[in-house]
């Protein structure tokens, strides 16, 4: 129940030695990398002008040929489209190689620059198909409506004396425009083609080379300019066949290149693993030009979890006899990353910590406090047995198929172990599909009862809150403030539970317990009038303070309140389930086939109304975490532990036999 | 048969029950599911974070229907013996639907704006998805009081004799 140990680690080696430390490193992958500030100035701690030249030239060559595989990936993309199912969308879906295996393909450099030079060659053929494609579907375009022509394109070109134009009237104003061309000019002779019953008919406009611009003048004020054929051999009706002729070879020619392409397609795995692999040792690289260095020894300065060093230093050292490995505490002025360390149990829940970010270094994790309040709640929203079964084993079936890690894992597990929550309150209130079986409750229903199931949420809220207040003052002790958690914690415990007895007392007509509440809360109160404003001198600033601070209840009971939604989502959940199984049943009384609507009616319902509100259930247990639960006492602030680790991005490498 | 005055005024209640919230909530789904599509045009498989998002403001349509359905059943419209509302009875269905009608209708509205804001947060940090989702909880909030407040009223407070 605590954030992991964090120490300071240097290592010191000779300059040799590395390339194969960083190596290590990475494998391991126990070190969040933070190099000291070191000021030039101190030129005993400078990076060597031809080690850093060296590191470039490299790092240069190297993203060289990631960009090369991010074609040849994107290339195959183009081709077969990974498909990512729902669950991998949230969990990445990456391919799993065993170490050896990865390490095998990931070298095979040559191999996969070969692809490279394959799927290069590939997409400038296509290319240049489809660019000759669309300049011949251009043409074909162009010529279509001239197929009637039987004159070679070539000789429409005219001469010095006559000019031939040709263009396409609109049928409509067809008579209109031909009389206004005679009028304009008289020696043009228009020559129709066939109309095919089209909006615009093709004419050739023939007249004198003088005549040519006053021809076209008129015609353009009508907005119909000459059109221009293609440069084409013969007449167009050749041209049409002769493009017809080159667009199928296109076409056959598109899908010999695209079935080499998927020919290729089986090398993918083996790119991806070279991708991965190249990225890794521009990781390496990067990680080498920023450390510090002499002629002789370099320094790498990281932090890594106390549990680690151990193993780290045996790494390390099992490899390069020269490494000084030395790990210190954290400084007051440092912020070390954070890693949420609890046993096997609990760790599941620290998903509903990392989702809201992770606790400020020195402070509480609240995943341990926080496991049995969400596992409840959750229960209590989503309140039905029947859909915790489906839910633990959706869960688990996933968790086995699926291959995740980090959140998305811890967060599958929890929901797994939360469908046994489900199954406990659907239990309780008499809850399996809803009614469909008419399963009695063992204890109550909160459809017979629900002041009930509002007294329980209430009374559930109020133990949280207190267990929350009770963090603050277990952090306040342990930091040594026990002004701050006797006055500003402990009080509120009177304070509070006297109020609660007084208006529990009255409302159950019961005096005893007013008169104890009254006298609770009195001295609650008392107590935090006189406390809360010890930072005022002034005795009627002080008071005052004091005063105000007993305004806070307003917020307490407004979080108690707050838990009401835990019967809401409840019954919204359990109510669906009865509509549903309502609405089949009735279909039974259709003779023979009433079954089959019945069932499908069932099936569609229910899981339906389990995927609203285990979202919902989620959603809503989380917000009882986030606000009235760590509200009370959560340092934020702190960052994850990002380790210097195979970060690779389509390969997921595993141990040898998990793949 | 003849009709009554409340059993129009029930039939209304169940009418404003579907409508209100049903229109709130399209909208809230509308909001987010078209900004979503752009995320999803640069990242298709953002698909899934994005449709979570998506159906958070789609629960106050279904705590309006559900409401709807209770008052059908109260009101037998399911045994096909519809109960002859008196005029009291209808104004009382309609009371309790108001909360949930209201509150749905609004808080859909704001919900899908805020879950529609939360989709740059898949867009460019698609690992604190649960972040946005508390956010657009926050609103969800009063429209879960809205509905248990509409559910008590209608399961405890309603019980429909009509005319005699």
């Known amino acids: ?659 | 048969m003849s009709i009554t005055v409340g059993m129009v005024l029930g039939f209304f209640a169940v009418a404003v029950a579907f409508i209100l919230p049903g229109i709130g909530s399209s909208i809230g789904v509308a909001l987010v599911g078209s900004a979503g599509s752009g995320v999803v045009t640069e990242d298709p498989d953002k698909f899934g974070q994005v449709l979570l998002l998506q159906v958070i403001p789609g629960t106050q349509g279904i705590y309006g229907a559900l409401t709807g359905f209770l008052l059908m059943m109260k009101m037998g419209v399911f045994s096909g013996n519809i109960v002859r509302l008196t005029t009291s009875e209808g104004w009382l269905a309609i009371a309790a639907a108001m909360p949930i009608a209201l509150v749905g209708l609004l808080s859909a509205v704001y919900q899908g704006k805020v879950a529609a804001a939360g989709l740059g947060v898949v867009a460019k940090r698609p690992e604190e998805l649960g972040k946005p989702l508390v956010f657009a909880a926050m609103v969800e909030t009063y429209a879960v009081l809205a509905f248990l407040a509409t559910l008590l009223l209608v399961l405890f407070g309603i019980e429909f004799g009509g005319v005699a």
């Open chain 1, 1 to 659: 129940m605590a954030i992991a140990k964090m120490k300071k680690v240097s290592l010191v080696a000779p300059v040799s030695c590395a390339d194969g430390i960083i190596r290590v490193l990475q494998d391991v992958g126990v070190v969040e990398i933070e190099q000291t500030e070191i000021e030039p100035e101190e030129y005993s701690w400078c990076q060597l002008a031809e080690v850093r030249e060296d590191l470039g030239k490299k790092q240069e060559e190297l993203s060289r040929a990631l960009t090369e595989l991010k074609f040849c990936i994107d290339f195959f993309d183009r081709f077969e489209r990974i498909k990512k199912n729902m669950i991998e969308q949230f969990a990445g879906g990456k391919v799993y190689l065993a170490n050896s295996t990865f390490d095998d393909l990931g070298s095979r450099v040559e191999e996969a620059h070969t692809v490279y030079e394959e799927c290069r060659r590939l997409d400038e053929e296509l290319s240049t198909r489809s660019n000759e494609e669309a300049r011949l579907l251009d043409n074909y375009n162009q010529l279509i409506s001239w197929e009637w022509l039987d004159i070679p394109v070539s000789e429409l070109a005219g001469n010095n004396r006559i000019s031939i134009d040709l263009y396409e009237f609109p049928s409509r104003f067809y008579e209109d425009i031909v009389t206004e061309v005679k009028e304009s000019c008289p020696r043009a002779y228009v020559v129709p083609g066939p109309s095919s019953g089209s909006r615009y008919i093709p004419v050739i406009v023939i007249c004198l080379s003088e005549d040519r611009d006053e021809v076209r003048q008129v015609l353009s004020a009508r907005s119909i300019l000459p059109e221009l054929l293609p440069e084409v051999q013969g007449t167009p009706k050749d041209a049409i066949a002769t493009i017809e002729q080159r667009l199928s070879r296109i076409d056959q020619e598109v899908t010999e290149l695209k079935e080499q392409a998927k020919g290729l397609l089986k090398e993918r795995i083996k790119i991806y693993s070279v991708y991965d692999s190249v990225s890794l040792a521009f990781d390496r690289k990067a990680l080498a030009a920023e450390c510090p260095a002499t002629r002789t020894a370099f320094l790498i300065e990281g932090w890594a979890p106390l549990d680690a060093l151990p193993a780290l230093e045996k790494a390390v050292q099992a490899e390069y006899d020269l490494v000084h490995v030395e790990a210190r505490d954290p400084f007051e002025n440092e912020n070390p990353p954070v890693i949420l360390d609890n046993p096997a149990s609990v760790a599941p829940f620290e998903a509903v910590t990392e989702v809201y970010g992770m606790p400020r270094p020195g402070t509480l994790d609240p995943s341990f406090a926080a496991m049995p309040f969400f596992f409840i709640f959750f229960g209590m929203a989503l309140g039905d047995a029947g859909y915790g079964v489906i839910l633990s084993i959706v869960c688990l079936l996933l968790l086995r198929k699926i291959k995740m890690a980090g959140t998305a894992k811890k967060l599958f597990k929890m929901m797994a172990i939360c469908g046994a929550a489900c199954v406990l309150v659907g239990a309780v209130t008499g809850s399996w599909f809803g009614d469909l079986f008419g399963i009695a409750p063992i204890w109550f229903s909160p459809l017979d009862n629900p002041l009930l199931m509002l007294g329980v949420s209430f009374a559930l809220g109020l133990v949280q809150i207190y267990v929350g207040i009770g963090m603050r003052l277990y952090y306040n002790i342990r930091q040594g403030n026990l002004k701050e958690a006797i006055f500003d914690q402990g009080l509120w415990y009177p304070f509070l539970t006297g109020f609660l007895l007084l208006l529990g007392g009255s409302a159950l007509g019961n005096p005893a317990m007013s008169e104890v509440g009254k006298w609770l809360a009195i001295v609650g109160a008392g107590g935090l009038i006189v406390t809360q404003g010890r930072a005022h001198k002034n005795i009627i600033k002080r008071l005052g303070t004091g005063i105000l601070s007993l305004y806070d209840l307003t917020g307490y009971v407004s979080d108690i309140l707050s838990y009401s939604r835990l019967l809401a989502l409840g019954l919204a959940s359990s109510v669906i389930a009865m509509v549903v199984n309502d609405m089949a049943k009735r279909f039974l009384s259709i003779r023979f086939v009433g079954w089959i609507p019945m069932l499908m009616i069932l099936v569609i319902g229910h899981v339906f109304n389990l995927a609203i509100n285990v979202i919902g259930s989620y959603v809503h247990s989380s917000r009882l975490q986030y606000v009235e639960f760590y509200g009370k006492f959560f340092e934020g602030g702190g960052r994850r532990f990002r380790p210097f680790n195979k970060k690779t991005k389509y390969i997921e490498i595993v141990e040898e036999g998990e793949a």
